[in-house]
């Protein structure tokens, strides 16, 4: 911006002035002043270089700044050529501001002082007046600004070094309006949210662009109207490749500007492959039921909490192929595996929303059932029934030979106080209902007398 010209009175001819101020020796000099007494001290007082300079580089004033760095008086310095006072050159300053200022105007200009290791800010303009002689005059000030600089710099490294780290980071960082508009997002996110370049970023609406699955943002968006901040909310969402994907999200909520709009800053971690890891260490690979890791840790949850809710009935059904080593032995492993797996999805077609499957080992398959003996019996009968039918050779022409099952089941308080021993209850029991001619459900009581030395 162009400074306005100072105004006249601070530019008093000869006759117009009052007695001069006294000088740095204590004496007084007729000799006339080209500034005003007031605003001569308004530039002693200030901290940097000020020098009034005509158009042919004379000294018409320094202030208190100039002559105390340079030890010199102001009449000792007053119509003395510049660049020889304040750089000791005879003839012309390489880059000197004020002839810039002669040339085009107002000028300013940083550079590093070698000679003094600092930062130095110079800058000259036109004042709009002239000297008695009629020539142009020019204030020429000098600031140090080093201070300003390290701390510009101290600013810009440490600037990117969060910038560096916001875009390094594997989870997504996210800035967003209230409404969900992004307006910014590292790499991470990018790739996560499937957005093709920032300059994508202002279109891209996260409340609304994302194809949501069973999750939803309403509870996100009231914990941030209500708390500001929200830990570990997770969606799950289709990409547009049809791949779904699960992230959980922290964030925090600020009001920002006059209106007081809400600006949403979050952190979107992919839980995707680890969900899938996860569901992998539960998961029996061969039948897609849960294995047995899973299973005993979720009975021992299950009978726990009914032991402590006296409301909760809970049993189990230990299931077994009858003749399933006969089976591999005669049609091999392959033809095994393609059994196992139709088993297992038998019995999920007959079994209900909160009973949980699992493939306890071999041939062996425990389901827990949330109900009583007389209902758990019922299930067993329906999942005995599944079996049979649907894994019959005129159901499904690859199954070599019908295939039935027997099933044990124990019930919680009744037959057993703890896990372990419901499942040694069940398993008895299995045995007890191929001992009485196979593909039947046992319910009776079974003792370690009763269970075969060797599995059919």
């Not at 202030?63 to 005879?90: S, W």
């Not at 875009?167 to 996560?192: K, P, Y």
Request: charged fraction near 25%.
């Amino acid at each position: 911006m162009k400074p306005a010209p100072l105004k006249e009175d601070y530019f008093l001819e000869k006759e117009a002035r009052g007695p001069a101020l006294p000088s740095e020796q204590g004496e007084t000099t007729e000799q006339s002043r080209i500034i005003s007494a007031q605003f001569e001290k308004i530039l002693d007082s200030l901290p940097f270089y000020v020098i009034l300079v005509d158009s042919h580089h004379n000294i018409q004033f320094a202030n208190h700044a100039v002559r105390q760095n340079l030890g010199v008086t102001l009449e000792q310095v007053q119509g003395h050529y510049c660049p020889k006072v304040v750089h000791g050159v005879d003839g012309h300053y390489h880059g000197c501001p004020v002839e810039q200022a002669i040339k085009g105007g107002p000028t300013e200009k940083e550079f590093f002082a070698v000679e003094h290791g600092r930062w130095l800010l110079t800058s000259a303009y036109p004042t709009g007046a002239k000297t008695k002689e009629g020539l142009d005059l020019y204030f020429h000030t000098v600031r140090d600004i080093t201070h300003q600089k390290e701390a510009q710099k101290a600013l810009e490294v440490s600037e990117n070094k969060y910038r560096r780290l916001f875009e390094e980071l594997e989870d997504a960082i996210f800035v967003m309006s209230s409404d969900g508009l992004v307006q910014d997002m590292n790499r991470a996110g990018l790739e996560l949210f499937q957005i093709p370049s920032l300059d994508g970023v202002p279109d891209f609406n996260l409340l609304t662009d994302l194809s949501l699955v069973d999750s939803e943002w309403d509870p996100f968006m009231d914990a941030l109207e209500h708390h500001k901040r929200v830990v570990n909310h997770e969606i799950t969402f289709r990409r547009p490749g049809g791949k779904v994907a699960v992230v959980s999200i922290n964030a925090t909520m600020e009001r920002e500007g006059k209106n007081g709009d809400g600006v949403i800053r979050g952190i979107a971690r992919d839980l995707t492959r680890h969900r899938q890891l996860e569901q992998q260490s539960i998961t029996d690979e061969l039948t897609t039921l849960y294995n047995r890791t899973f299973f005993d840790a979720c009975l021992v949850s299950k009978v726990k909490h009914a032991q402590d809710d006296r409301r909760t009935s809970l049993s189990v059904l230990f299931l077994d192929i009858d003749d399933f080593k006969a089976y591999n032995d005669a049609y091999g492993h392959q033809e095994g595996d393609y059994l196992m797996h139709k088993i297992a999805q038998a019995m999920l077609t007959a079994l209900r929303g909160g009973d949980v499957a699992a493939r306890y080992g071999g041939e062996e398959f425990t389901i827990i059932v949330p109900c009583g003996p007389r209902l758990a019996a019922q299930v067993a009968e329906r999942v005995r029934a599944a079996v049979e039918q649907l894994c019959s050779m005129d159901n499904d022409e690859r199954i070599k030979r019908d295939v039935t099952a027997s099933v044990g089941v124990a019930s919680l308080g009744m037959d057993a106080k703890t896990a372990e021993k419901l499942v040694n209850v069940a398993d008895k029991r299995m045995y007890e209902a191929k001992r009485l001619g196979k593909n039947r459900v046992s319910v009776g009581e079974a003792s370690a007398a009763q269970r075969p030395t060797r599995r059919a």
